[in-house]
């Protein structure tokens, strides 16, 4: 840089007026948040105790304009430059910043279509104006698991818990009962992998009074990055499956982000599983007794633990949460309901789950499938006497949102993601299948 060197007196002073040698007119130091700098002037820029915003001016070609740390803290307080405008930085409207210590730097306006470009620098070994790091909201909600099937003489099965709900948006709340997370913080350059959980698969009944399919839990959802620590959500358990028999022989459920629940039968109790800490509850246990109806367990939820199944009707689904990443409040995270035998209630789902099994008339005893891109959990299957047995529903598929403001938004992603700016000044990236963002 000319006229400047690691030792140039102009960085030491406290007051500096004269030109340097290559006609730069060095001005007293800067030690306020805002400067609105001039076209052949030099500033020293002293942060010790704030950041610094640096406003550039419009641009003429050769126009050159120096800054120096002059107390040696732009690592710790960053230097921001900002164009005028329309006016560019390096061939984009995006701010950029100085962020190392003891750092120089001479800028020059080239033409309208890169505008503001560096000419040299010191004590500098990386680039000199940096796309300064993104913060980053974030939503990530793993598969729903499936509901329990039943066979022939099977009591009800047990619904899916919903994937594990974990997010940073706002003050709303995280699965099981968690508080909001950090934001993350994303680096320029950087690849990001949005991992999206698949539906757990609800049980299929083969007919007969042994064995059937069993239901799967949901898939894991999650955000990965080389400089990030890694979120990732568990799928929710599976529901209780009832294998055949006059007592409901059962597959137990399983754990997940929220826990599947239990089956019903007029013999043993049946369990619920449990969540994972701060991702989602536990599913419920079935019913037991009462025949002939044997209420199922409900699915655990996000924000609630599944219902317990009675002699009377099936348990209800654990609740979502309400979450506006996007914009709008969506519930997501529902736990899947439980089924009932013959003429009893079913078990209501909310907030992306499955309603169970339904029991009255016209007879629709198959769980019903949780709601895609909400993480629900799928109802556990009814019965009835006589019945041939009936499939547990799917849960629904997860979903990983990303929101930033509009200006820091990359524009290049991978795997189709949907895309929304303006959004209070912001871009949300919503991923229903696993993709990339590069910030």
């Keep these: 840089m000319s006229g400047i060197t690691a030792d140039n007196p102009y960085r030491a002073s406290g007051v500096v007026a004269a030109a340097s040698a290559a006609g730069i007119s060095w001005q007293a ?58 006016e560019k930085i390096k061939g984009s409207t995006t701010d950029l910043s100085l962020t190392y210590d003891r750092q120089g730097i001479k800028i020059v306006y080239v033409d309208a279509t890169q505008g503001w470009v560096a000419s040299t620098g010191v004590n500098e070994t990386n680039p000199a104006m940096l796309v300064p790091p993104i913060t980053v909201d974030w939503l990530s909600i793993a598969g729903g698991g499936g509901g329990g099937a039943t066979n022939t003489g099977a009591q009800p ?9 974990r997010g940073s948006y ?4 995280s699965g099981g009962g968690n508080t909001s997370e950090s934001e993350l913080t994303f680096n320029s350059g950087t ?33 990965s990055g080389s400089d990030i620590t890694d ?22 459920c399983t754990t997940g982000g929220s826990g599947g629940g239990g089956g019903g039968s007029d013999a043993t109790v049946t ?40 002699s009377t009707a099936g348990g209800d689904g654990g609740t979502g949460i309400d979450g506006s990443i996007a914009g709008t409040a969506v519930g997501r995270g529902g736990g899947g309901g439980g089924s009932t035998y013959n003429a009893a209630p079913e078990g209501s789902a909310t907030d992306g789950g499955g309603a169970g099994g339904r029991t009255e ?24 006497a006589g019945g041939t047995g009936y499939n547990g529903g799917n849960g629904g598929s997860g979903v990983v949102i990303l929101r930033m403001p509009d200006a820091q938004y990359s524009g290049t992603t991978t795997g189709s993601p949907t895309v929304a700016t303006g959004v209070s000044g912001d871009t949300v990236i919503t991923f229903t299948g696993t993709g990339t963002y590069t910030a």
Excluded: M
Excluded at 60 to 66: L, R
């Design 29 to 86: 130091v800067t030690t306020a948040s805002t400067l609105t700098a001039e076209a052949g002037k030099g500033y020293p820029i002293n942060t010790t105790s704030n950041a610094c915003t640096v406003t550039l001016p419009a641009g003429s070609v050769g126009a050159t304009i120096e800054l120096i740390d002059y107390a040696g803290t732009w690592d710790t307080n960053n230097v921001s430059l900002t164009a005028d405008g329309s």
């Design 157 to 165: 099965s047990g619904a899916g818990g919903a994937g594990g709900y």
């Design 231 to 252: 979120i990732s959500c568990s799928g929710g358990g599976r529901g209780a499956n009832n294998a055949g028999g006059s007592h409901g022989l059962t597959n137990a």
């Design 271 to 310: 369990p619920g599983c449990a969540g994972t800490s701060e991702q989602g509850y536990a599913g419920a246990t079935g019913g037991v007794g009462g025949a002939p109806f044997y209420g199922s367990g409900g699915g655990g939820g996000a924000a609630a633990v599944g219902s317990t199944g009675v």
């Design 170 to 173: 706002g003050s709303e709340a």
């Design 361 to 384: 008339a016209p007879g629709v005893w198959v769980g019903n499938n949780g709601t895609s891109n909400t993480g629900g959990g799928g109802g556990g299957a009814g019965n009835k």
């Design 191 to 223: 690849v990001y992998t949005c991992t999206v959980g698949a539906a757990g698969a609800g049980g299929v009944a083969t007919g007969t009074t042994s064995g059937n399919s069993l239901p799967t839990a949901g898939g894991t959802s999650g955000i």
